[in-house]
């Protein structure tokens, strides 16, 4: 079945310091999706990307999609304490997002 | 619309017991999705519903959890003669087919804790 991998699994930053999480898949992505939950909540909703090679900014994030939609990155600039929390890639291999394979994750912490 | 409402917040059981979770999604969203998650790890699919016909169901799920939703509204998650490996976070997942994108809406969870 579908695997999704996401690394680091843990990443410490300083406040100010840039973050990058990585996502691969084992399969070719009909799109991907990238979700945040903090600490003792639920998953949000953050983006979704389509297109081979698409790069989408969110203020200070910055998310991009492979060229061949296996692989996708999420990188934050001078990070926050709000940046805190765990951040998912979710990937579907239907067109419709039916079903997403959520990746294991990258915890975040950001150190005042 | 209050976002998607999952019932109850918490629950503690004795293995064996049955039981039953609810999720009330967002009106307008005619997918539903059931995923468990546990510490340190990414939500795992369970299963999905579109309008009241579930389309999937996840392989790894036992055929003690049952999955219910009426009329296309609100569902139901059952776990029938639960055991301690079934202890996690039940989250419940709504979404739109027709919009710009099929971003899914997470409700707040059920933390199932099996003694």
């Known amino acids: 079945g579908q695997q999704v991998m996401q690394i680091p699994q843990y990443q410490h930053v300083q406040e100010g310091e840039d973050f990058t999480t990585y996502c691969n898949s084992s399969?070719?992505?009909?799109?991907i999706q990238w979700y945040k939950q903090r600490p003792g909540g639920h998953p949000v909703f953050l983006i979704q990307?389509?297109?081979?090679?698409e790069v989408k900014k969110q203020k200070r994030l910055t998310f991009q999609f492979g060229e061949a939609k296996k692989n996708s990155s999420l990188h934050i600039t001078a990070t926050q304490t709000t940046d805190v929390g765990t951040y998912f890639c979710?990937?579907?291999?239907?067109?419709?997002?039916?079903?997403?394979?959520f990746g294991s994750g990258t915890q975040l912490t950001v150190l005042p | 619309d209050t976002g998607v409402s999952q019932n109850p917040r918490h629950k503690i059981t004795k293995r064996g017991q049955n039981v039953t979770f609810r999720c009330d999604p967002i009106?307008?969203?005619?997918?539903l999705y059931w995923y468990r998650q546990t510490l340190g790890q990414g939500p795992e699919f369970l299963t999905y519903?579109?309008?009241?016909?579930?389309?999937?169901k996840s392989r790894l799920l036992s055929d003690r959890f049952s999955a219910e939703r009426p009329k296309g509204s609100f569902s139901t998650l059952e776990i029938q003669r639960t055991e301690q490996g079934d202890s996690a976070m039940y989250l419940c997942?709504?979404?739109?087919?027709?919009?710009?994108?099929?971003?899914?809406?997470f409700g707040s969870g059920t933390r199932l804790t099996v003694v």
């Open positions: 519903f579109q309008n009241e016909a579930q389309l999937e």
């Open positions: 990307l389509v297109k081979s090679g």
């Open positions: 009106s307008e969203h005619n997918r």
């Open positions: 997942a709504s979404s739109y087919s027709g919009g710009a994108h099929y971003g899914y809406t």
């Open positions: 399969t070719t992505l009909s799109n």
């Open positions: 979710a990937g579907s291999d239907s067109g419709s997002a039916r079903q997403l394979t």
